[in-house]
C-alpha cells in the first residue's frame, strides 16, 4: 500500500482497517458524515461532542467541535482527506488516521461490505436469542 501519511509500514503489517479522526463545527459534522457514508468512503462515521482547546494564529482557542470517528478501510484514506478538506470549512482540518489492529472479524467484514455496496451491508445486528 502507498500511503502520504506515513503509515505504510504499519498498515502493510497490521491491518487494512483504519479510523480516520476529524473534528468540525456542531452545525457542519452531520453533513459531513453523511457524505462520506453516502459516498462509500467510511461503512460508518459516529460523532461525539467535543471541546477543543489549542493553538490557532498565535493564540490558545477554545471551541466546541463534533468528533468524527470514521470507519473504514486504509484504501479509501487519500480519497476521504480529500473529500474532507473539500467541504471542510476550516482552513486547516484534522485529519488523523488510526490502524485498527484488531476486533470483530464479523465487524471488520461488515466494513467491506459497506464499502462495495454489497447487499448484505445493512449494518452489523444484534443476534437473536
Not at 461503512?43 to 467541535?65: D, H, K, L, P
Not at 480529500?82 to 465487524?107: A, S
Amino acid at each position: 500500500m502507498n500511503c502520504d501519511y506515513g503509515c505504510d509500514y504499519v498498515c502493510d503489517h497490521l491491518s487494512d482497517y483504519v479510523v480516520v479522526l476529524s473534528t468540525a463545527p456542531p452545525d457542519h459534522s452531520g453533513r459531513l458524515a453523511r457524505l462520506i457514508v453516502e459516498e462509500r468512503l467510511a461503512a460508518c462515521v459516529n460523532i461525539s461532542q467535543v471541546r477543543s482547546t489549542f493553538w490557532w494564529e498565535g493564540e490558545v482557542n477554545q471551541e466546541a467541535e463534533d468528533l468524527l470517528i470514521i470507519k473504514t478501510k486504509h484504501e479509501k484514506v487519500e480519497e476521504i482527506s480529500k473529500r474532507i478538506k473539500d467541504v471542510h470549512p476550516y482552513d486547516l482540518p484534522e485529519i488523523i488516521i488510526l490502524p485498527i489492529i484488531g476486533g470483530d472479524d464479523r465487524y471488520l467484514a461488515w466494513i467491506s461490505e459497506a464499502l462495495r455496496g454489497s447487499s448484505g451491508a445493512d449494518g452489523p445486528k444484534a443476534e437473536d436469542p
